[in-house]
């Protein structure tokens, strides 16, 4: 892999990660060295980091929230 590429790994230890988790990203990047948006957004969906998960995480949890109140309202109303 060429040293340019380390260098540009070490700076982002997400990416290092994930590039030591998933080790076929050292054969692509050694063969295309400039393939880095790709490694990205891989990475981005191996970690749930991109809008549609980051939006569902939320309605997730707003979701409990909401359940949680209606929990307490039934508790409430049955007293």
């Known amino acids: 892999m ?3 590429i380390i260098d540009y790994l070490e700076t982002k230890t997400d990416l290092q ?3 030591r988790e998933q080790p076929i990203w050292y054969r692509k990047l050694s063969r295309n060295p400039f393939d880095l948006e790709s ?8 970690y749930k980091r991109t809008v549609p998960h ?5 309605t ?3 979701q409990m929230a909401s359940m ?3 929990m307490f309202q039934s508790m409430k109303n049955q007293n």
């Open 17 to 19: 990660k994930f590039v």
């Open 2 to 4: 060429r040293k340019e």
């Open 54 to 58: 980051q939006v569902e995480k939320f």
């Open 68 to 70: 949680m109140f209606h």
């Open 60 to 62: 997730n949890g707003v």
């Open 39 to 46: 490694l990205e957004i891989a990475s981005l969906h191996h």
